[in-house]
């Protein structure tokens, strides 16, 4: 079935790294757009960044600008987010999605949680 | 860019109850909105795009109506299983901003 898996989160500390990666499946990847969504502690969702079938076009919110690259490799099924800098205000569990032009964002992986903390 | 604002921010209703939940575009997104529900602990869940669509598997309950600026979801019949976060997504633009979210909480 359609499904989206992410992975590599955990606990960095401040100024540290961290690359996510989201794995699909059941669907044609290289045909969607994707993006990242992160929601911290008791908070609001909030769109970090997408990328392009063929990674043409990438963009950012101001938050994380600067600090964070998103990637895709379509041979693998797989986009990833890089996260650069860390901070206390970044801890929040990470989602991937898939992008579709009629549905929006209509499907989520289960999130990766990240914790960043001294 | 494109601002996205729901309201209320919460809403406490009994079982039964019709709930009406409104999101305001800053621009036109002419009908590329989406609504999702989303669970303590879980990811989002797709409910309706396109302004009025229902996703498969989504009951008839949820109704999205609007265009361009102005959006609602209303739940007719509010459930048990329905007490949750519902936020509004513009996909007009490749970011698609969200809105704030609604709670929907048990009164």
């Known amino acids: 079935q359609v499904q989206l898996v992410e992975s590599g989160g955990g606990l960095v500390k401040p100024g540290g790294s961290l690359r996510l990666s989201c794995t699909a499946s059941g669907f044609t990847f290289s045909d969607y757009f994707m993006s990242w969504v992160r929601q911290a502690p008791g908070k609001r969702l909030e769109w970090l960044s997408y990328i392009s079938t063929t990674s043409v076009y990438t963009n950012y919110a101001d938050s994380v600008r600067g600090r964070f690259t998103i990637s895709r490799d379509n041979a693998l099924n797989t986009v990833y987010l890089q996260m650069n800098s860390l901070t206390n205000e970044d801890t929040a569990v990470y989602y991937c999605?898939?992008?579709?032009?009629?549905?929006?964002?209509?499907?989520w992986g289960h999130g990766t949680s990240v914790t960043v903390s001294s | 860019d494109i601002q996205m604002t729901q309201s209320p921010s919460t809403l406490s209703a009994s079982v039964g109850d019709r709930v009406i939940i409104t999101c305001r575009a800053s621009q036109s997104v002419n009908n590329y909105l989406a609504w999702y529900q989303q669970k303590p602990g879980k990811a989002p869940n797709l409910l309706i795009y396109k302004a009025s669509t229902l996703e498969s598997g989504v009951p008839p309950r949820f109704t999205g109506r609007g265009s361009e600026t102005e959006f609602t979801l209303t739940i007719s019949s509010v459930q048990p299983d329905d007490f949750a976060v519902y936020y509004c997504q513009e996909y007009k633009s490749y970011s698609g901003t969200l809105g704030q979210g609604t709670k929907v909480e048990i009164k």
């Open positions: 999605a898939r992008d579709d032009e009629e549905r929006g964002r209509d499907v």
